[in-house]
């Protein structure tokens, strides 16, 4: 079955409907707001997501989560985490909800966890099983799924 929301569009869509919520529902009280921390997060996380990329790209493997990869990538950012760039990416939505600090913010790094954590991530784990079987298995084994 073919995806039809990417990943990175699922986590843009979500931010802007928190956004929206957070605009025109407003105003809210602050939870925890810490921009300068928030700051550091959204550079943290961008920059773990694209070291990511680039060995992804350096490989020639796909990006696509629908399409099968090339090759397993355990190296760099791999060696840490089996999904640097979904981690990339909920380190960054932390950051932003630190730095705006109200509720739709948070929420958003919460349904974006969810929906990587139990639909995305479990049909790419499922592709890579099939594609590399024993080799991913025990990937699987010594790099956790998050961090």
């Excluded at 928030?38 to 943290?44: I, K, N």
Aim: charged share 10%; net charge positive.
């Amino acid at each position: 079955m073919s995806l039809i929301l990417q990943p990175p569009f699922v986590a843009m869509l979500v931010v802007l409907s928190a956004w929206l919520i957070h605009s025109q529902l407003g105003p809210w009280q602050d939870i925890l707001r810490v921009p300068l921390l928030g700051g550091a997060l959204v550079v943290a996380g961008f920059s773990f997501m694209m070291w990511a990329r680039i060995f992804f790209t350096s490989r020639n493997t796909t990006l696509f989560v629908d399409t099968l990869s090339s090759q397993l990538v355990c190296d760099g950012p791999f060696r840490f985490s089996r999904n640097p760039m979904y981690a990339g990416v909920l380190v960054s939505l932390l950051g932003v909800a630190l730095w705006i600090g109200t509720a739709p913010m948070y929420m958003a790094v919460l349904s974006t966890f969810l929906a990587f954590n139990f639909f995305h991530i479990p049909r790419e784990e499922e592709m890579l099983r099939q594609s590399f079987g024993e080799q991913y298995l025990a990937y699987s084994k010594d790099v956790r799924r998050w961090l």
